[in-house]
């Protein structure tokens, strides 16, 4: 499991298993007076964030040019070519950042980004169906997925390889094997 970005329902996408847009950060406060938002950084990829990309901001996915950017901390110092001066980037306070779902790279088989799984059914290794994956939690140790049962109960499972059995993105199915203890 690749961890990636936070999970948003306002993706901009006709269907809610492949989003158009994936948030890659989120804007905090401008820095200085050349125009410099600091962003928070929200993806594994932070070096798809170059010069002369287009970058959507906010609820309405506003385009935007990234003009320049170097890190700060831990956090990205991003001008817009738009976007001149402080004033102008004053408005961006704790708004999200995204890109469109077609700029990203493909992942190696076996792996996956969280908006493509989001929203699959999961079953069990005996095709009984479990729920839906609602949200995936990125722990230290391993992501858990969240399943909403069909009774809107919550059934955490961890993804690991003892659990999670198959990934079957072109039928939208998670198979898993409940190890003792996980219906509890």
Do not use: C
Request: negative net charge; aromatic residues 6%.
């Amino acid at each position: 499991m690749n961890p990636e970005i936070e999970s948003d329902h306002n993706t901009g996408s006709s269907t809610p298993d492949e989003p158009v847009f994936v948030i890659v950060g989120k804007f905090r406060k401008p820095h200085g007076i050349r125009g410099e938002v600091r962003m928070s950084v929200l993806t594994d990829y932070p070096e798809l964030l170059t010069a002369g990309k287009k970058v959507f901001v906010g609820p309405q996915h506003l385009e935007y040019t990234i003009k320049a950017l170097r890190w700060h901390g831990a956090d990205l110092l991003v001008s817009l070519v738009e976007l001149p001066d402080r004033t102008a980037v004053e408005v961006f306070r704790n708004i999200t950042v995204y890109m469109k779902s077609d700029d990203i790279p493909e992942l190696p088989e076996g792996e996956y980004y969280i908006h493509q799984l989001v929203g699959m059914e999961v079953v069990t290794d005996q095709d009984e169906a479990l729920g839906t994956l609602q949200e995936i939690l990125v722990t230290g140790a391993n992501d858990v997925f969240l399943v909403i049962t069909p009774a809107g109960k919550e059934l955490l499972l961890p993804d690991i390889d003892e659990v999670v059995k198959e990934i079957d993105l072109e039928n939208r199915i998670i198979r898993v094997k409940l190890l003792d203890g996980l219906l509890d």
